[in-house]
């Protein structure tokens, strides 16, 4: 279903928030299983052998002289891996959501190729923008916050308009113009949502995998376990959904801002 544009309306959290929802669930399949390909199975290798390392002691103080702390810089390439997978996943969920706001359906594979075709550049931008917002934050935080608003929107500008790292930050920075009040506003209601849900969901799993008892000391394999794998299913809700949302602010941005419609938005299948 398309939606007609509403240049110079006010930035609506319902409209942004009902886009979003309506295209997870829309592709609620198609997106899981790009978040597992691109984002779970790299974790999970990563996870594996920081596990086998940590069986082998190599993560002992004692084991750090010498040869074997080159195993940290060994690990270095590992974590570029997932970086570039979790980018992958936010341009291929993007890809997806611009694609039914757009009244049309994108395939898994079309979305893994868009995630392919974008995810160096959007490393690059994760990479700039995250240097100047961390050097931002430490000039009493504020620069750091209107840089973070700014740039809130780079990602999607890279996906739908293929702009160059510096080109999306500034086409970032024009579409937020105006509007950063209210996107504050709805990252952190998304923030606090997001942690009240999770916390919600963690005591729930240590209370139900403890038996209702409280456990003194240590923490053994049977709460260990199920914290761990409800906690992973939550990181990669937390990453589809965020991608998703930030598609759907796009959108919206694009729209009260310019009166361009996602379903205007077709340049992204060519």
Known sequence: MTETASKGGRFDYGRVITR?????GANLGTFALLTVILLGVPSAVIGAAA????????FEPSALP???????????????????????????????????????QASLGECLASGWRHWFVMVLIGLVTGIAEGLGFLLFVVP??????????????????????????????DLTRGRRGALLGLFLLYA???????????????LLAGGGRPYAG???????????????IMTFAISMCSAAGIASVYCELRSIREGVSPADLASIFD
């Open 20 to 24: 979003a929802l309506s295209a997870i």
């Open 51 to 58: 596990y086998g390392l940590y069986l082998g002691g190599y």
């Open 66 to 104: 010498g040869s074997r702390a080159l195993i940290y810089l060994g690990l270095l390439p590992l974590y570029v891996v997932v970086l570039a997978a979790y980018f992958s996943l936010q341009a291929a969920v993007i890809h997806g959501v611009i694609a039914h706001l757009n009244g049309r």
């Open 144 to 173: 750091g916050i209107l840089m973070m608003l700014a740039w809130s929107v780079a990602i999607p500008v890279r996906v739908a308009e293929r702009k160059g790292v510096f080109a999306s930050m500034e086409r970032s920075a």
């Open 192 to 206: 606090v949502a997001t942690n009240i849900i999770q916390q919600i969901i963690m005591s729930l799993v240590r």
């Open 218 to 232: 240590g923490n053994p394999f049977y709460l260990l376990a199920p914290t761990f794998g409800v906690s992973l």
